[in-house]
């Protein structure tokens, strides 16, 4: 049985209204969800240690890398460093990437797009097309103060994870399946919200040809397979 058509929320809120390829044809602007918070009472700190959570487990080691190493273009763009690993760095971040399952969505086009010549037959103004969603999230934690008994708590546990400072999460919807040539896109987008507030799921267009340059150290993007 075919899902049931919807239109997708995002994050924690905002109805997507997107243009996807099915109508508009090929197209290299990405329409990037953003959705960020911030804890305004804790200062965000400059030095971190990346936690990288795959949803994957690891079987594709090249997407990976380049989420990791794009998201930490991301945060040295915005000011963070990564903290050597033998001291205590202002903040633990965990890096969370993936590609949601497929579903069915109504999508409208745009008025630009919407023809006006008297053709027939003519395109519908909407229709049922079969979209995925490509995100990144960071999250940054306090980093937890080091227990003075000889036994630490096991980490990932609520006394090992300090307190949220800020989280961003952007996403882009569409009916491509493949997470990396999205990730350039992801991540420059990711370097204005981190350690805010956006107050609200903002929308913003990026060009990805410009996207992967855009970052102090451009990653080259994997091939389509």
């Known amino acids: 049985m075919p899902a049931a058509p919807s239109i997708r929320r995002l994050g924690r809120g905002g109805w997507l209204a997107a243009i996807l390829g099915a109508f508009t044809g090929c197209s290299t602007t990405h329409l990037v969800m953003i959705d ?131 989280s961003v999460r952007v996403a882009v919807e569409d009916q491509e399946k493949q997470l990396a040539p999205y990730l350039p896109a992801l991540a420059s987008v990711c370097v204005d919200y981190i350690g805010r507030n956006s107050g609200k799921e903002v929308h913003v267009e990026v060009d990805a040809r410009k996207a992967a340059g855009a970052l102090p150290h451009p990653q080259p993007v994997p091939s389509p397979r």
Not at 111 to 140: C, G, M
């Open 36 to 166: 960020a918070i911030n804890n305004p009472a804790k200062p965000m700190g400059t030095s971190y240690h990346l936690e990288v959570n795959d949803p994957g487990g690891g079987v594709d080691q090249e997407v990976g890398v380049l989420a990791t190493a794009l998201s930490k273009d991301a945060l040295a763009a915005r000011g963070l460093h990564e903290a050597p690993a033998s001291t205590r760095p202002d903040m633990i971040i965990e890096l969370e990437y993936g590609r949601g399952p497929g579903q069915t969505s109504l999508v409208y086009r745009g008025p630009s797009h919407i023809s006006k010549a008297n053709t027939w037959p003519r395109e519908p103004d909407a229709k049922l097309v079969i979209v995925f969603e490509k995100y990144l999230q960071l999250t940054a934690r306090e980093s937890p103060a080091m227990a003075e008994s000889a036994t630490p708590p096991p980490r990932g546990s609520l006394s090992d994870r300090g307190e949220e400072l800020w």
